[in-house]
């Protein structure tokens, strides 16, 4: 599993230029690293909000796993799971559409879903 994901940013040629200015006169080793850090500094500057609405929303932070085995256990249980993740979530590649629809009632997913097309397919109409 990757550490990162890549984005692409479109840039107007100025904005871009004035990166290429800054890399050129050693504030940033590449145009990557000034990216990054513009990005760091913005989930710096936002972080207590972040972190308010991340607690009253009940979101797991990080990369969150469902084996077919975990989505059994919360079926017999009859229980549904309500999953909110701020990072990856990944279901095993043996996990089902059905098994899906009897075990996940909501889904939101800010950032990676690692899953088979078929779960990917079920998971779309959860809210």
Do not use: C, P, W
């Not at 040629?13 to 000034?34: A, H, P, W």
């Not at 989505?71 to 979530?89: A, H, P, Q």
Request: glycine share 6%; charged share 30%; net charge positive.
């Amino acid at each position: 599993m990757a550490d990162t994901e890549k984005v692409t940013v479109n840039l107007n040629v100025v904005d871009l230029g004035k990166i290429d200015l800054m890399v050129e006169q050693g504030f940033y080793s590449n145009r990557t690293d000034f990216i990054k850090n513009a990005i760091r500094n913005q989930l710096s500057e936002h972080a207590t909000i972040l972190d308010r609405i991340i607690l009253d929303k009940t979101f797991t932070i990080g990369v969150t796993y469902y084996s077919r085995r975990d989505l059994e256990k919360v079926m017999e249980s009859g229980r549904m799971l309500d999953i909110k993740v701020v990072g990856m979530l990944v279901f095993d590649d043996n996990v089902d559409a059905e098994l899906i629809r009897n075990s996940v009632k909501t889904l939101k997913v800010l950032g990676v879903l690692r899953a088979t097309g078929e779960v990917r397919k079920a998971l779309k109409g959860l809210k």
